[in-house]
């Protein structure tokens, strides 16, 4: 199974300012077919699970576009312009390259400092 | 407006069984794959299982595989999870999860979730 990594686990940010999250993989997540299956999710507090990013640095409707996704490979980044208290939460990346299983980082917990 | 609502949660004891059920609105449910993923107390995440639209591919996480079943009714907009043998370590919330479009096995839009705590 594809054994995914995140860093920070923690992550206090002040208001305003950028947040940057880490996600890297055991193995290559470039499928067959060219595209590369790496998603990002945010679970805020109390809440189920919500996708912000798909296949690295695509945003889903609705998603304000202070969310960015990048990399390739192997190495994969979320990034925040500037953090607002709404972004609190938890933040997993996911891959559905090489599936089943689907396999999930261990989550990044961001706080306002 | 697209909703799951997953059911049948709640305490059982080690070796005993549970049935989840998902019930869907607000979109066809017959065209999409379903998923159900868990959430541990400590808030790690796993892919349990997902099938295919109609039924005929089924897909499972090694750690439950041989032990829970999914299966769904289209006729009802309802996804289920048959859960055996269950151990402490299948405690978690479990989300029922639907796919991004038709041909998307991942789970995109999620439930409320349902508790699960295996214990004596």
């Known amino acids: 199974d594809v054994v995914m990594t995140q860093s920070p686990l923690s992550l206090p940010v002040t208001l305003g300012q950028p947040a940057s999250i880490s996600c890297r993989s055991s193995?290559?997540?470039?499928?067959?077919?060219?595209?590369?299956?790496l998603n990002w999710f945010q679970q805020r507090p109390g809440q189920s699970p919500r996708r912000l990013i798909y296949?690295?640095?695509n945003r889903d409707s609705g998603v304000p576009d202070r969310f960015s996704g990048s990399g390739s490979g192997t190495d994969f980044t979320l990034k925040i312009s500037r953090v607002e208290a709404e972004d609190v939460g938890v933040y997993y990346c996911t891959q559905g390259t090489h599936w089943p299983p689907y396999t999930f980082g261990q989550g990044t917990k961001l706080e306002i400092k | 407006e697209v909703q799951l609502v997953e059911s049948g949660g709640g305490l059982v004891q080690p070796g005993g069984s549970l049935r989840l059920s998902c019930a869907a609105s607000g979109f066809p449910f017959s065209s999409y794959w379903m998923s159900w993923v868990r959430q541990f107390p400590g808030k790690g995440l796993e892919w349990v299982a997902n099938i295919k639209q109609d039924g005929s591919e089924k897909y499972y996480v090694d750690s439950v595989e041989g032990r829970f079943t999914v299966s769904r009714d289209n006729a009802k907009n309802s996804l289920y999870l048959q859960m055996n043998s269950l151990r402490a370590e299948d405690t978690a919330v479990y989300y029922c999860?639907?796919?991004?479009?038709?041909?998307?096995?991942?789970?995109?839009?999620w439930g409320q979730g349902t508790l699960v705590t295996v214990s004596s």
């Open positions: 999860a639907r796919g991004a479009n038709y041909h998307d096995a991942s789970a995109y839009f």
């Open positions: 193995q290559s997540l470039v499928h067959g077919d060219g595209n590369t299956y």
């Open positions: 296949q690295v640095s």
